[in-house]
């Protein structure tokens, strides 16, 4: 049974940064590639952002890309995303997932199999 848990998350203002990780437990984290997603109130869930089992194929969702950053230790079993020039339309619960090891897209939650509960990220305008 694999476990994700966020954390990081908070009330920030527009313009400011923050950084939301992801804990994993389990010896194969390092097979599998990541990814971030985030749901408003009222919205669907929605992909931010992905990264390799290796790290180095990285993917972001055009809303986000030149502000975030997505990395990954996997000595640490843990995944990133570095949040900057946040916007109030950030605002969002964050979750951090696995993708499946047969995935297609990485950009589709239903290639992902296992789920954090989610941190919630607020920016203030």
């Given at each position: 049974?694999?476990?994700?848990v966020?954390?990081?998350g908070g009330l920030?203002?527009?313009?400011?940064?923050l950084?939301?990780?992801?804990a994993a437990?389990g010896?194969?984290?390092?097979?599998y590639?990541m990814g971030w997603f985030r749901q408003?109130?009222?919205k669907?869930?929605e992909?931010?952002?992905?990264?390799?089992?290796?790290?180095?194929?990285k993917?972001y969702?055009?809303?986000?890309?030149?502000r975030?950053?997505?990395?990954?230790?996997n000595?640490k079993?843990?995944?990133?995303?570095?949040?900057n020039?946040?916007?109030?339309?950030d605002?969002?619960?964050?979750?951090c997932?696995?993708?499946k090891?047969?995935?297609a897209?990485?950009t589709?939650?239903?290639?992902?199999d296992?789920?954090?509960?989610?941190?919630?990220?607020t920016?203030s305008?």
């Open positions: 049974q694999v476990q994700l966020e954390s990081g920030v203002q527009a313009g400011g940064s950084r939301v990780s992801c437990s010896r194969t984290f390092s097979n590639a408003a109130p009222g669907e869930r992909f931010v952002a992905a990264i390799s089992w290796s790290g180095t194929n993917y969702a055009d809303s986000v890309k030149g975030f950053t997505i990395s990954r230790d000595a079993n843990t995944v990133y995303l570095q949040m020039s946040l916007k109030p339309e605002t969002a619960v964050y979750y997932a696995r993708v090891s047969d995935a897209s990485m589709w939650a239903g290639s992902y296992y789920w954090g509960q989610g941190t919630q990220v920016v305008s």
